[in-house]
């Protein structure tokens, strides 16, 4: 194992990729939860307190309270972006009741007013900036009062139990209530906007008492605990990889919990770049400090792509069997039956005959049809070509496809005593 400042994934790539996608999947405890309609706005607050350190996540806006226990959720973020947002008629009531701190934004913060019995006026747009003065709590703690563009807000009128936070102009945009962890205020949350990431900040780590430490170690931490909870004690661990950062991250949290217990191997399939298989075991042992066996399958996996992974007609598939050429006549019913696994087309070999085109597709998905047959001097000439959707100019090419598609055409024809055949495609 790599010691040091390598006893991590030392890989930065390894490291993004993983802290973006990977992280969902070991769930950390004590989220702060979202809840909007919105799913750019809910991105961009999970995204804020992400990147200062709390762990964030969104979830439907049905989801029960019940649910919510289940991840031991912290606190939640009601956010709404226009006045017409029905947020708190579609949440679970008892998610207000439940005594979990919750932060109404935007547009949601009038209806959170209105539900504990207070209302608001109609929403007023507004075209220039609004004098804002905030409250001295520790939700506003560090943002100064000032002015601050609101774009459109409703003047909130407080029902008993409801203290102003917040006002814009004179009128009162901000709300919290003097026994439950409810806040309710009209700032719009935006990219790139400093008291508006301390305002989310504020509310996670003061009011719900959530901790800064979704961080990269937390996480490689829980990794690790998990591994070593699910792996057995004793014997060695195989863990194949391809050389991409899946498989990669993966080797790589499995060597720093099970340490010389790990076999890596690397199958070569016979589709990588020439030399790719040799680069790939350099770079895992030298950033890495992982010995990785590099298994040669090449054979194996080009004969199984001829043999089983054809597809013929109208979903027959290739038996065990099938012609390794690119051009089979196929004139009596046994020779079918041992090419074929099962019966998919009609013909009566007394008077037709089947004739097997093979090729390799490397674009997935291209239509082809057949363009010309023709026959002369005993020789059959069949010609294919790709076919072009109307209003596309060119194909996407797949130049690195490492599992290219045996295909086949299979045209039946009145029988033919013929000696050659002749096939051929274009674009």
Not at 207 to 212: D, H, P
């Amino acid at each position: 194992m790599v010691q040091g400042k390598k006893g991590r994934i030392s890989l930065l790539l390894c490291r993004m990729y993983f802290l973006l996608f990977y992280s969902e999947e070991i769930r950390m405890s004590e989220p702060i939860l979202v809840l909007s309609h919105n799913a750019a706005l809910s991105g961009l607050i999970a995204r804020t307190l992400r990147w200062r350190e709390v762990y964030s996540t969104i979830l439907p806006v049905s989801t029960p309270l019940s649910a919510l226990r289940e991840r031991s959720v912290r606190g939640v973020i009601l956010a709404g972006d226009t006045p017409e947002d029905t947020l708190l008629d579609e949440i679970d009531p008892e998610i207000l009741k439940s005594g979990l701190p919750v932060l109404a934004l935007g547009s949601a913060a009038p209806l959170l007013c209105r539900w504990h019995g207070g209302s608001f006026r109609p929403w007023e747009k507004t075209e220039t900036s609004s004098a804002i003065t905030f409250s001295d709590i520790p939700l506003f703690r560090e943002i100064a009062s000032g002015d601050r563009m609101l774009h459109h807000y409703a003047a909130l009128s407080m029902a008993d139990g409801l203290v102003p936070i917040a006002e814009a102009d004179g009128s009162v945009v901000g709300f919290c209530h003097e026994t439950l962890p409810h806040f309710g205020i009209q700032y719009p949350i935006e990219r790139h906007d400093p008291d508006g990431a301390l305002l989310l900040t504020n509310f996670a780590l003061e009011i719900c008492g959530a901790k800064a430490d979704w961080n990269m170690d937390t996480i490689i931490d829980l990794a690790l605990d998990e591994i070593r909870q699910d792996a057995s004690a004793d014997g060695k661990i195989l863990c194949a990889v391809s050389g991409g950062v899946d498989s990669t991250v993966c080797a790589r949290l499995v060597s720093l919990a099970a340490g010389a217990r790990l076999r890596c191997i690397l199958v070569d399939n016979g589709m990588f770049h020439e030399g790719e298989p040799e680069l790939i075991q350099r770079e895992f042992l030298e950033n890495l400090g992982i010995s990785l066996e590099r298994i040669d399958a090449q054979e194996e996996f080009l004969e199984a792509n001829l043999t089983q992974n054809a597809y013929y007609g109208d979903g027959g598939y290739a038996g065990e069997s099938c012609p390794k050429s690119i051009k089979h006549v196929v004139k009596d019913q046994e020779t079918f039956d041992g090419i074929f696994a099962e019966a998919w087309i009609d013909i009566d070999f007394e008077k037709e005959m089947l004739v097997l085109c093979f090729f390799t597709c490397y674009y997935m998905g291209r239509p082809y049809e057949i363009n010309k047959i023709s026959v002369d001097n005993q020789a059959l000439e069949i010609k294919v070509k790709s076919v072009r959707p109307k209003g596309c100019f060119a194909y996407p090419s797949i130049p690195d496809a490492s599992t290219p598609m045996q295909r086949c055409f299979a045209v039946k024809m009145d029988k033919l005593d013929i000696e050659e055949t002749e096939f051929s495609i274009s674009d």
